[in-house]
């Protein structure tokens, strides 16, 4: 190995200084092996995992660095990365058009040695691969998780090669998978930077000036407020923020204010210490006679709020608001919530701006920390001819992989902000319908386009509402379905409340301004208008049946579904030409007359009638509807094991009835939920079941409120639409009143599967 050239900031040094960072290098050598032999024998599957990986049989110092052909530092590692890069150049050669990937080479001992390469030995590919974990981590607990002495294991690289462009794929692999993965795209141009923004130093702490420019540039020059702020009222009760660091919780003002809302995760209660949860709690606003206690209303320290309330107030103050919007906090405890969840599209659509606390795991985590990936100088990296970045993680990756969109109250939080800025440990995102701001994004690259969520983009639910377009409006609350239901609520019972606002917004943007005369009918999370389509949901993965919410919800109703399970509501769907709905069936308790008031009183704002169809909604349990009905499994239906027809070629997948042709079949999938029936010489219909019951010791003894084994044979189907129809089982003891259990969808093997059936009006409960 070449010996190292002395850095040109460092040919002014003493000889003696140089030879006492040698020593120190030497020190921090002989520590990093000492706890690397400390991991190998902690974990003793390490040598086989080595072995696996193809690792020298002698231990070698990835951390040596020389300076390479372009006058940077390289380290042993990087020579890893540079035969993969070798190994590219020659597949392009014989290809341009090469796509695939090379082997994986292990470059690091483990994510702390190559955190110490960067930091000690200078090496500038590790100063860029180091910033692409780190940039890959949302919450600052996530890049704390890098250090974890459990978690040191081998960090590996991979070569993507395709015509968009080559990657780096970076992994830290233990002997039972992906630990942490990376991105570092490359590139033949090297990136100008116009100003870097590290060049002083560190920047371990947001530039609040370069984040206020990027604010008021929206309020100055975008329309924004004119065209998606909802109205000119207030909260009910702001947070202003005073000198000292001290608060006071202050009555709304009847003149508009600029002020800030907080979407953040509380926790979970179960995971944290009681204390912890308890400090959370107390941080919220209680009340006496209806008003906040008198200790709120005068000026009280930050101090008694929670870290992640403490730091927003903090970002507020510093972009200049003096008015802060906090749930916790502005609401009181006493307070009708009812009422409250009803006007989160005022709180939220009229705010300044919403800043979600992406980078927080619950109220207690801090939001200011230090920001690890910008502790170095930024500096290009080349290799091979090749510019090294570290990549940019995009909008909808945060929005996806954040703690907060775990939690169902954020969802509409988000959907009705005109304005949002996502903290991430790492840096902030700020996101308007007029545009789209990642901080220090002119230092590294945008990410993959696979890493998309495939959700909506964060305004378009008010573009929508704006714009009243019918269908765009229903394929939004779809996507609405599909983005909520896989949400966690602390409370099951607030299923409609953590949406009512998005429910409330829908209705008014349909309402047009003042008309009385609307058709739509909000429906326990469905709507009349599109009621054909807005039934035909299936679950991406079935629910336990003991877990189910049928209590909160009919049965079809997603919302019935047990918290978590993923919906698919977006498909291609044309209604059926004898479906259709008829009337809607309430509990006793149900003050119909007061709702009828609501919408056809013509002194009755629309926005109020809103706010009613909202309520009135989560209380439908039963509505009537006519379709064509039908049997899903003929009489003399022999069952068959799933495993005797299910048919299998690598990636596909179908049945094969060749070996019992002629006759009439039905099998189920008790471990997916999937069902099949086949009629003598008919094409097969494969259906979805919502639920699967939980096992009691014997696998076909199953419990809970899903469809028993052996009870397929009862189900009976109601098609909405061409080519979408609900399994159903009727309810004993109701005259034709039937729950859902099920759905087909895209039977194209039996498209006329109804004809000649006769159409019924039923109950659906």
Known sequence: MTSLKPAPAATSLRPGFLRHARRVNDIITQKLLQASDHSHRKHTEYSEHAEKCSRPAQRVDYRRVKCNEYGQRQCKGCDQVCELLRWGEAQRRRDPGYAGRSESRVIHANYRELDICARVSCCDSCQTLRRAFLLSRITGLDAARLEDPDKQWPVHAVLDMSPAGDNLTLTVESPNGVVFTAAAPLTQQRTVIKENPTRGGERIRADFDELRKVVLDCHDNHECSSKYRWSDTNPTWLLEILPRDEIRLIRGPAAPVDYVVLSYSWGDPTTMPAAEWARIKAGGTKSKNGLPIPERLRPFSRTQLPEVMRDAIGITESLGFRHIWIDNVCIPKGTNWDTEASLMHEVYGNAAFTLVASSSTKATDPLLIDRLAWTQRTKASKLRSQWLHSADMTLDQVRLGSPVSQRGWTLQEERLSPRVLYWTGQRWYWSCPERQVTELSELSCPASESGKAGWSLPHQFLEVCRSGDDQRLHQEWSDIVEAYSRRDLAQPKDRFLAISGLAVRFFNAKAECGKTRVTEEY????????????????????????????????????????????????????????????STRFDSATTTDWFTRQLTGDSIDFRQRGAAIEERGRHVKTVEVQGRIRRLISEGSEKVRWSDIEWKRGNREGFNFGVLPGRHLHARNLQDGRIVAKEAHGGEIVGQLDYIDAVDGDETKRLGVGLPDGAETDLMCLEVGELAMLLLQRVPGCVETYRRVGVCIGYTNRRGFFYGCETRNILLA
């Open 523 to 582: 429906l326990a999370g469905l709507w009349r208008d599109n009621f054909a389509q807005h039934l035909a949901w299936s679950v991406a993965q079935p629910g336990r049946s003991e877990e189910n919410l049928h209590h909160i919800a009919p049965s079809w109703s997603w919302a019935s579904l047990p918290m978590c399970v993923p919906v698919k509501a977006k498909h291609e769907f044309k209604a059926a030409e004898h479906f259709r709905f008829i």
